[in-house]
């Protein structure tokens, strides 16, 4: 499996998950789209591609997706260094990841192994995630409100933010530092809600390319930037440090708190 990206989540037969029309599955660039798994980089790499080789790499399938006794849906797939990876990031690493689908919820449970004996590895972890909405402009996002954030539109300069609830209407870039363990995002068109429950993720991405950018983007439509946002939990504005023998978890649940009223396409 390619960079282990999540390109459906389906509640109720809505998919939440945007995936553009011009997406490429050859395995040879990210997804632009679903969750893309970002590591051990992000943003630009001087040793590899932007947001690291994670996404573009083959992922093991540990364990195809069973039912549980609960009734849950598990599946887990693991990524190990090796040639490709050293290439670019000469660590020795092992990461688990453990998806689990229940009603209305999907849960990702992330372990980063560092089986070094002597070398400490510092990483960037961040699940890219693309919601797919109505109209990103009557999206209400919670939990941003006193953050202070990097806008990277803005040269990176450091702002706080001063809304109740943060709407997109521009081109926005955003690394929300020390956000809260949960966002409310609200398609204020369908009354849809859903719940990012985070664990281990100090800050929170908001982006969408808007029109301009969206145009310098090769595999994303011009006219779908408004049916999609990327609100992505990660560990981004410091790295994380982990020391030989350890390991780093970290987790994430979407939860559909409210279907909210839409037609079913
Ligand atoms: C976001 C970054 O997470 O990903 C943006 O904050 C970036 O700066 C965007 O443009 C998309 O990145 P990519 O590599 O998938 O085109």
Known sequence: MCGATVVSWRVNNQEQLFVSKLASFDGKKAIRGGIPFVFPQFGPWSFGAQHGFARITRWNLERPPERLHNGDVEAIFSLMDNE??????????????????????????IGVYNPSKELTMTFNL????????????????????GCTFMDKTRNDAMYQEGREVVTVNEWTDRIYQHTPQEHII??????RKMRIHKYNFPDTVIWNPWIDKAREIGDFGDDEFPNMLCVEAGHVSSPVILLPGTAFEASQILQIIIEGNVSRK
Not at 84 to 91: E, H, I, L, V
């Open 84 to 109: 490709f990876t050293r290439s670019m990031w000469n660590y020795q690493f092992r990461i688990t990841y453990r998806l689990i689908l229940r009603e209305k919820e999907l849960h990702f449970h």
């Open 126 to 145: 961040l699940l890219h995630t693309y919601l797919k909405v109505p109209d990103v402009r009557r999206c209400q996002i919670t939990g941003l409100h």
């Open 186 to 191: 609200t398609n204020v068109v369908s009354g």
